[in-house]
């Protein structure tokens, strides 16, 4: 159990050392889909970002003081799911109507961070670890913004890749996969540099 002098470690590891996106290969429908444009990859990135930061601040309150006190805690994964609806479905409201364009630009993407295997497991992850709270928050904030940067970095290479030469049978879905591939093993070389 990690102490609370360690909260780098705790971001370094979830943002950069088990990114969520090309090491625990969680997330990749929206990943995939959503990093054509640059400009909507870094909207649901930030998305993502207060989605689950949120969604895990409430979720490890709800198990820590209702679930667990009331013996309920097969009840986590729906009350998790929940979690992240209610907060998905708040920011949807607030995109809509705050920022038109990339509500749009969206598309279905959006309603799909109700479903995002990523902030599940974000979820799931900060209590398997035994973090505090503060420890759990940091952790939530590290995949987050790991999952920001990698969705960020790898639709500013599609988006270069789509004027290149490439052949058309490996345009669009295929070489996005072999990008992300190459993008993975160079992210697996921080592997293993600490463990929590």
């Given amino acids: 159990m990690l102490n609370e002098m360690n909260l780098g470690l705790i971001f370094l590891s979830a943002f950069i050392i088990n990114n969520i996106l090309l090491i625990r290969f969680l997330g990749l429908c929206s990943f995939i889909g959503i990093s054509t444009n640059l400009k909507s990859s870094a909207g649901m990135g930030i998305a993502v970002v207060f989605v689950t930061v949120m969604a895990c601040s409430i979720s490890w309150a709800v198990y820590q003081y209702l679930l667990i006190p009331f013996h309920l805690e097969y009840l986590r994964t729906a009350t998790f799911i929940l979690t992240i609806a ?111």
């Fill in 86 to 196: 209610s907060f998905v479905q708040f920011e949807e409201i607030l995109i809509r109507k705050k920022v038109p364009a990339l509500y749009k630009a969206f598309g279905i993407y959006l309603p799909l961070i109700t479903t995002n295997c990523a902030i599940l497991a974000s979820a799931f992850l900060g209590i398997d670890y035994k973090f505090s709270f503060i420890q759990n928050l940091v952790f939530a904030f590290g995949i987050s913004s790991g999952y920001c940067f990698v969705i960020v970095l790898f639709a500013s290479i599609r988006e270069r890749i789509d004027t290149s030469p490439i052949p058309s049978s490996f345009r669009g879905i295929p070489i996005a996969f072999i990008i992300a591939g190459l993008m993975s093993l160079a992210f697996l070389g921080f592997k293993g540099l600490f463990k929590l």
